[in-house]
């Protein structure tokens, strides 16, 4: 389904960066997951990561603010912002800041299979990922 694409996961929910890991794993990506943004921050550099799927609220540095960091750095990576808590303001500034997609808890598989194929498309220079978001 992917070239062998690199995902970070930031969430501080052990069970569902296992099952996103997991998920992922099956279509053959390979992913690194991070309990906290600050030990994402820490790994990342420049082209470690295709893609970042991040939740919103975590202790410390909470998903809005992990990806308005890197766009101030000028990191272009993709970023898919999770989140239980559907709230227009906040899914207004995440696409404000460049999330590629906002999706709300329970995650469908498809739909973030779907997102994410979108956002690697648009990284690559290709048009023909064809995502939807909810929220």
Known sequence: MFDPHTIAIVDDDD???????ELLQVFGLKCRVFDRAEAFLLAHGSGSFDCLIT????PG???????RRLRTTGSTMPVIVVT???????RERAMDYGACAYL?????????LQSLRSAL??????VDGGAQSDG
Do not use: F, Q
């Open 61 to 67: 540095i909470g998903g809005l603010e992990l990806l």
């Open 104 to 112: 709300t808890k329970p995650l469908a598989d498809e739909t973030l």
């Open 84 to 90: 239980s808590y559907a709230d227009p303001a906040v």
């Open 55 to 58: 939740d919103i609220r975590m």
């Open 15 to 21: 069970a569902m960066r296992e099952a996103l890991s």
């Open 121 to 126: 498309c648009e990284r690559e220079g290709r």
